[in-house]
């Protein structure tokens, strides 16, 4: 069965059998593992699809803490085991890289040194290199062999962004798409800032740290080394766009970036939205970054229940808290809260003033909301879904859930 169609009639099975997990978007894939207890998913990790990586960084670590089983195939079923040539592949192109950089755990953060470096690809440089690629191809689901070809061929990796307003008003109508400008295009034809390719800046590409020193400040001490670079060089701005994630937010809102934009879309690689964040460095993209923050803030309610209805629940909590979310709610709809949550008004008659009030609250606090909250004060997910999901309760079960969870929500706020 095609998985939409799997989800839209949700069969009885005591086993569910999904090949080729990693080419299904990642929401499809965790609102499977909520229907189905059971599973079996196989799929390639590596490989063509460039999805793989993605599977076993942002789907399978998450399962860790439910009960998995994980095998792997070692055999090669196509070739020999030990075939030379796929060893001088695998070692040319670092498929598998041998492990992880080796840094004492020791070593005082404080004493790092950040540099830029100039040739990377020389041969001088190829053991840092190695290090380098290993790392980025531990943490990040998107590390392809293309990479390392950057890595070896761009003196510094610095991708610096300013079309002309000719190509910035095609990219505005969606006549031209440039490649390599990811966030620009983004900025001007989604977002609607029609001269904003205009603008020179940077885009983070990846950004990676050791396991054993994260949450120590290194990551930040990154992005100021590279916001220095950018006002060395006269740039307007140091931005950048990735899978949504609570971890990631909280990294990149602590690192001064607003957020401005929610990709329409799920991307392919990762299953998720995307986000775009900026850093203004020179004055002149403050304006555009306080509009676009503004039409985030009116428009998000209708994103939520429309594309961005999907959405995981622990997703759209870190959404909120990284728009800084606030909507002002009036004597009326805070009557209209009342009703439902004290009396037996309908959900669907105080939609509008429940979305804004529980969107608010969700912002300001720092405590986990109930999933249903989330998937029904918020995004407006069909009843018969919800129904499905719980297993146990009926629509009359579930909206007297959310009476509760909405009357407690507002004894916390």
Not at 319 to 337: C, H, K, M, S
């Amino acid at each position: 069965m095609a998985p939409d169609q799997l989800l839209l009639d949700c069969p009885e099975a005591d086993l569910l059998i999904v090949d080729e997990a990693a080419m299904i978007p990642l929401s499809m894939l965790r609102q499977l593992t909520r229907l189905y207890p059971r599973l079996v998913m196989a799929t390639t990790s590596g490989g063509y699809e460039g999805t793989g990586r993605g599977f076993m960084l942002r789907f399978v670590a998450d399962l860790q803490r439910f009960k998995l089983l994980h095998d792997r195939l070692e055999k090669p079923v196509r070739w020999c085991q030990g075939d030379g040539l796929e060893a001088w592949l695998n070692r040319c192109l670092m498929l598998k890289p041998d492990s992880e950089p080796v840094v004492a755990t020791d070593y005082p953060v404080d004493d790092c040194r950040l540099e830029v470096l100039e040739h990377p690809g020389s041969a001088a440089a190829w053991p840092l290199l190695r290090q380098a690629y290993a790392l980025l191809n531990a943490a990040h689901y998107r590390t392809r062999p293309s990479d390392l070809r950057l890595l070896m061929e761009n003196p510094d990796l610095v991708l610096i962004v300013g079309l002309d307003e000719s190509l910035s008003s095609e990219i505005f109508y969606g006549r031209r798409r440039p490649r390599g400008h990811l966030l620009a295009q983004m900025l001007t034809a989604q977002a609607g800032l029609r001269h904003f390719a205009c603008y020179r800046g940077m885009r983070v590409q990846r950004i990676a740290v050791l396991a054993t020193h994260r949450r120590q400040g290194l990551g930040s001490r990154l992005i100021e080394r590279a916001m220095q670079y950018g006002r060395d060089n006269s740039l307007d701005y140091l931005g950048a766009s990735f899978a949504l994630d609570p971890d990631n937010a909280r990294f990149w809102q602590q690192a001064h970036c607003r957020l401005v934009h929610v990709s329409y879309a799920p991307g392919k690689s990762s299953g998720d939205h995307s986000i775009a964040v900026l850093r203004p460095i020179a004055e002149a993209p403050e304006t555009d970054i306080r509009q676009l923050r503004q039409r985030l803030q009116q428009q998000l309610p209708t994103w939520l229940t429309q594309f961005l209805q999907s959405m995981e629940s622990e997703q759209v909590t870190a959404l909120l808290r990284y728009a800084d979310y606030e909507a002002g709610v009036d004597e009326l709809e805070q009557n209209e809260i009342e009703a439902f949550t004290a009396g037996n008004k309908g959900f669907e008659i105080c939609f509008a003033s429940l979305q804004k009030y529980v969107m608010q609250c969700i912002a300001r606090s720092s405590i986990e909301p109930d999933r249903l909250l989330v998937e029904k004060a918020v995004q407006n997910r069909d009843w018969k879904l919800l129904e499905r999901e719980s297993g146990s309760e009926g629509r009359r079960q579930l909206q007297q859930r959310l009476r509760g969870l909405v009357a407690a929500l507002r004894k916390a706020c």
